[in-house]
């Protein structure tokens, strides 16, 4: 099944394209036009604004769905149906890499090192790489962790939590439902890397830490408190 055909009644209104993301990927790429790589592109909306902007985006998702959505709205995008683990199918080599909405827990260790070797032949020499996730390490300790719920209108409760964080894959689990109605149910395994965990993956592949924030504006990280991690790493 395809989450985003499941999920597309309210999909973008839970994970819209914020402006301080789009300012802080602009801002990373500087001056003059940049080719860029969207790991989990979803519906395309950031690559869109990219092109906006003066750069030439490609999208890849896994999720069939998503893509179709993405050519609907934007049929000049380049955007294809194509599993990360198979980024180095994607040809060409790119001036920035993306991996934004916490895309990149969905990998295990090994696919996760398999993925980011790959990735590695498809930047350019110091391209940034710029990775999104959940801040693991704020839930370290913890064997299950709840986000409170968001509304998003017309009745609508989108819930998430995670169980077993303990364990090497713990499971991501959510839940939208109207007046108690379920409407629809996920149950996904991710990996809850602590930022050591990812700094030393990305290292092996030949990628260096640049910086670390808690959001796209730039918060101060604090592994013990942030909820989200922004991370910049720069290709060797």
């Known amino acids: 099944m395809s989450f985003y055909r499941d999920f597309a009644e309210v999909y973008e209104r839970v994970f819209p394209v ?3 993301v789009v300012a802080a990927v ?12 969207d790991v989990g592109c979803g519906p395309g909306h950031l690559c869109a604004r990219l092109e906006q902007a003066g750069h030439s985006c490609t999208g890849i998702d896994l999720d069939g ?8 709205l934007y049929p000049d995008l380049d955007v294809r149906e194509l599993d990360m683990r ?13 991996c934004l909405g916490n895309v990149l827990p969905h990998l295990d260790r090994v696919d996760a090192k398999g993925f980011l070797g790959s990735l590695h ?4 020499q110091s ?3 710029i990775v999104q996730t959940v801040n693991f390490d704020r839930l370290s300790g913890e064997d299950r962790w709840t986000f409170p719920p968001l509304e998003v209108g017309d009745g609508l409760i989108f819930e998430r939590r995670y169980e077993g964080l303990g364990n090497e894959r713990c ?20 990996t809850p890397w602590t930022i050591a965990e990812l700094h030393d993956l990305h290292r092996d592949a030949g990628f260096e830490p640049e910086t670390a924030a ?9 592994p013990a408190t942030s909820m989200g991690r922004w991370l910049v790493y720069r290709r060797d």
């Open 18 to 20: 914020r402006e301080a």
């Open 26 to 37: 602009v801002a990373r790429l500087g001056t003059g036009a940049s080719l860029v790589l």
């Open 65 to 72: 769905a998503m893509i179709e959505r993405a050519k609907g």
């Open 86 to 98: 198979r980024v180095g199918d994607v040809g060409g080599v790119y001036d920035a890499g993306l």
């Open 121 to 124: 032949h498809e930047l350019s």
């Open 127 to 129: 391209a940034p790489w």
């Open 171 to 190: 499971r991501f689990m959510t839940r939208l439902h109207r007046h108690g109605e379920e409407l629809f149910a996920g149950d996904v395994p991710m």
């Open 214 to 222: 808690a959001d796209a504006a730039g918060s101060p990280y604090d």
